[in-house]
């Protein structure tokens, strides 16, 4: 496998940065560790801009390199020194992303590893910010505020780790069992958007007692007729306005899917929850 599947985990963390107030990676540190060369990595990137959103992926500006390259030595002198352009960084959710668009084992592999040095970095992030002085002296009152602290990361640090299901291939039941209990969570209604819907997605709302809508450009007619003469509960909006999957429950939960639902674990792909309530509020607004 590629070598650089050796990599420790240490130098992923050192490979992290805090940019704008995020913890990114740069362009190149990920080309490397994927095994793409940076123009091959970030010209796919370009063909589907439309993926990355700012909070997924930008482009450092000359004096935040200048910074980034001043405070870490290694940088200096050997990576990116003789960039013609500006690099991008990419979030914890642009490289979920990232590794969706280039299916490459090696990637998939990878993207696992720095999912684990991003919730060790926010991990020591966390540690360290209970160790400084002036937290004590300014911020925490006395120990029981401390032990709030300590038990809200915790709790973020839980809540990250379910929030990314990757499935490799042949794992039709676990992504077919995952879809089931994410649908559960919905109280008042569904919206699915999938460019093509067919008898395996009318099985699983089949057992849903509450309204579901689905955006496709693409569907089983007799499928949805036969369905429809039994149940009440679907809708269909037809548009080609949408090229990725997602769930959205109850207009307040955002799903982002790799895969087609009715093609779920045939092929290695990742489940994401999207926290960013700005990308669930404009979805809304394109439907």
Do not use: W
Not at 22 to 45: H, T
Not at 273 to 280: Q, Y
């Amino acid at each position: 496998m590629h070598e650089l599947m050796d990599i420790d985990n240490k130098r992923i963390e050192d490979m992290i940065y805090e940019i704008r107030g995020k913890q990114v990676m740069l362009d190149s540190d990920l080309a490397c560790l994927f095994g793409y060369e940076v123009k091959q990595m970030n010209r796919q990137v370009a063909r589907n801009t439309n993926r990355f959103p700012e909070n997924y992926c930008f482009q450092l500006t000359k004096e935040e390199y200048d910074y980034l390259r001043c405070q870490n030595g290694t940088l200096k002198q050997n990576r990116g020194e003789h960039r013609k352009y500006l690099p991008y960084v990419f979030t914890e959710h642009g490289i979920t992303m990232l590794v969706g668009i280039l299916k490459s084992e090696i990637a998939v592999a990878m993207s696992l590893r720095i999912v684990d040095a991003f919730v060790a970095m926010r991990k020591y992030i966390g540690n360290n910010l209970l160790e400084q002085k002036y937290i004590n002296n300014q911020v925490m009152k006395n120990t029981e505020d401390i032990k709030l602290l300590q038990e809200a990361l915790s709790k973020l640090e839980e809540k990250k780790s379910v929030n990314y299901h990757i499935f490799f291939e042949g794992q039709i039941y676990d992504a077919y069992s995952l879809l089931v209990d994410i649908l559960k969570e919905a109280n008042t209604e569904i919206t699915i958007i999938d460019n093509y819907v067919d008898k395996t997605i009318l099985d699983i709302i089949s057992f849903l007692e509450i309204p579901v809508t689905i955006i496709t450009s693409n569907y089983n007619k007799l499928d949805m007729h036969k369905y429809k003469e039994q149940y009440d509960n679907v809708e269909i909006l037809h548009s080609k306005g949408f090229h990725d999957r997602f769930l959205i429950l109850d207009n307040k939960i955002l799903y982002h899917c790799g895969a087609s639902f009715k093609d779920l674990g045939k092929k290695c792909f990742a489940i994401t929850k999207i926290e960013d309530e700005d990308v669930l509020i404009s979805l809304l607004k394109k439907i």
